[in-house]
């Protein structure tokens, strides 16, 4: 019995919560996976699951175990990494995550520079608008947009972003331009994906409002939702670098900016179990500050007014 291996699928059994969920994980056949588990049990001479129809339980024997094997995996890919030398020169393949829109227009073109700074780096770019499970998906770095919901991972704040209420100069033109979230029920609008509460979100002072307009486009993309606005569908409220190309053109037009947005904070998020690889520490040393530079550039710029129409 090879018992590395045998810890490796026990660990996937028990982060995937099944047998079963184990063998597609690990892209093995269920029997092979259950046993590789029987046999490690039969070595140790006790009883490290407790199997159900639906799930797995760890016993007592089993929790103990299970947390050892987690720290000697991690001892041995630190040993690996360490002989590859990616402690001590920047290489190797650097998975990241990015949301779709503000990976594009802001990550990505700075990891492009940094690849040219460190040519022995190749990089894997994941581009989501979901949250990735990093250490499922065995992913270096995320970008997370908004409150981080896993306080597990090790995370550097780069900025904050707001939200934008905007919309094509034909529209506002045609129905006028609301100048309070109250006169928003007299106008359309289009929205990214399901919304289900109340309204869109106001802050004037201490009063929080919440209104939002007839709603005639619900899209399940931000690029479907913007290209609604500036086809002069309606409004939309979303968030500022979905369209700060949109605003510097004109082709849309910032309103209601008397009504404030409550802010929501980016960082870039990683795992760490031992020493942190050196690929890893660069690109999070470099990507930080343009970030944050892009970010606050993006909540400096204010379009010059349009004038109310209607």
């Known amino acids: 019995?090879?018992?590395?291996?045998?810890?490796?699928?026990?660990?996937?059994?028990?982060?995937?919560?099944?047998?079963?969920a184990a063998s597609r994980k690990l892209n093995a056949p269920l029997p092979s996976v259950s046993r590789k588990v029987a046999e490690l049990e039969r070595h140790l001479g006790t009883r490290l699951?407790?199997?159900?129809?639906?799930?797995?339980?760890?016993?007592?024997?089993?929790?103990?175990?299970?947390?050892?094997?987690?720290?000697?995996?991690?001892?041995?890919?630190?040993?690996?990494?360490?002989?590859?030398?990616e402690y001590h020169t920047p290489?190797?393949?650097?998975?990241?995550?990015?949301?779709?829109?503000?990976?594009?227009?802001?990550?990505?073109?700075?990891?492009?520079?940094?690849?040219r700074e460190h040519p022995e780096i190749t990089l894997n770019v994941i581009s989501l608008d979901r949250v990735v499970n990093l250490v499922d998906e065995h992913v270096d770095v995320g970008v997370r947009l908004g409150e981080l919901a896993d306080s597990s991972f090790y995370a550097v704040k780069v900025g904050d972003f707001d939200f934008v209420t905007c919309a094509s100069p034909e529209y506002l033109a045609r129905k006028g331009r609301p100048s309070s979230p109250e006169e928003l029920v007299n106008h359309d609008g289009a929205v990214f994906g399901q919304i289900t509460e109340p309204g869109w979100i106001y802050q004037q002072d201490s009063l929080r409002l919440e209104a939002k307009p007839n709603i005639r486009v619900r899209a399940n993309t931000a690029t479907a939702t913007v290209t609604a606005a500036t086809r002069g569908v309606g409004i939309i409220r979303i968030p500022r670098y979905q369209v700060a190309k949109e605003l510097r053109s004109g082709a849309l037009v910032a309103i209601l900016d008397d009504y404030g947005s409550p802010s929501f904070p980016a960082h870039l998020v990683y795992v760490r179990?031992?020493?942190l690889p050196l690929k890893v520490r660069v690109f999070i040393d470099w990507m930080a500050p343009r970030l944050k530079r892009a970010l606050n550039d993006l909540a400096a710029f204010k379009p010059e007014r349009d004038q109310p129409n209607g």
């Not at 339980?57 to 995996?73: E, F």
């Not at 650097?94 to 990891?111: E, H, K, S």
């Open 1 to 20: 019995m090879d018992r590395l291996d045998a810890m490796q699928v026990l660990l996937a059994v028990v982060d995937a919560g099944s047998l079963s």
């Open 91 to 115: 290489r190797g393949v650097l998975t990241i995550t990015v949301p779709i829109t503000f990976g594009q227009d802001y990550v990505l073109p700075f990891a492009y520079d940094f690849l």
């Open 273 to 275: 179990q031992g020493l």
């Open 49 to 85: 699951l407790v199997r159900t129809s639906r799930n797995v339980q760890l016993t007592d024997a089993g929790r103990d175990y299970v947390d050892a094997a987690r720290q000697i995996i991690a001892q041995i890919e630190d040993a690996e990494l360490r002989a590859s030398g």
